[in-house]
């Protein structure tokens, strides 16, 4: 009887352990791409981003060689190294974390992966890519020819810009319109003109010449000679007068 009821409890959800939802951490990967000739080692920035909603604890990046493509090492891993891999600290909802791999270039044709590993459960499965490296003389790892001058639309030919040592514009002639202002100066008149055109004859010597006085000469001494003749004069008239009466 006991047994039942308590069956029937659990049945009804009484007593039941409560389970926690699980937590889940979307990783994506990307790096950058490289260019190099066959021999030479190339460094490639492998980043992993977190997008949550859930941290990602310790997601590892490991480096696969293939033909054509050869992992040295980690030239720069900000974590730890484990088991050939670099070893990233726990990504938080929303950070991400860089790792630097140097890759050798062993031919003309190479092919070579990268992947990312993590304890967190993650619902985008794709966290995986290959490595964007291209060869000098030969091919790129997404199977296109390497062409270090891709070809380009020409744009149209700008025109020239004028000089700034072209000649000024010539000054505007004058309108056969146009009309003296009434303040003008007056133009000087011929004679002003000529007059100031014709240089002015140098002076002559100077020329001694005597005063004319209006005043007679000597007048105080010629006085009585005059009174005289004139006395004399007087008496021929009268001399003459009276002969002439006598005569009639």
Known sequence: MVGALLCGLVAAGWGAVPAYAAESADIRVS????????????KVT???SNRGPDPSYRPTVFVHSAPGLAFVGFASCPGELNDGGCMLPTLQAGAAQSAVANIKITGKDPSGSYGVRTSTPDPNTSNADILHICVIG???T??????PQPTQATSPRPRPKPSRTAASPAAPKPS?????????EPSPSPVAVASSAVPSPEPSQPVDTVPVSAEPVNGSSNTPAVAA?????????GASAALWRRSR
């Open 31 to 42: 790096d950058t791409r490289a260019v190099g000739s066959v021999g030479q080692t190339v």
């Open 46 to 48: 492998i980043t992993v």
């Open 138 to 140: 030969g091919w790129c």
């Open 142 to 147: 997404n199977g296109k020819r390497y062409d």
């Open 176 to 184: 056969p319109t146009a009309v003296a202002s009434p303040t003008a």
């Open 229 to 237: 003749f004139a006395l004399v004069l007087a008496l021929i008239v």
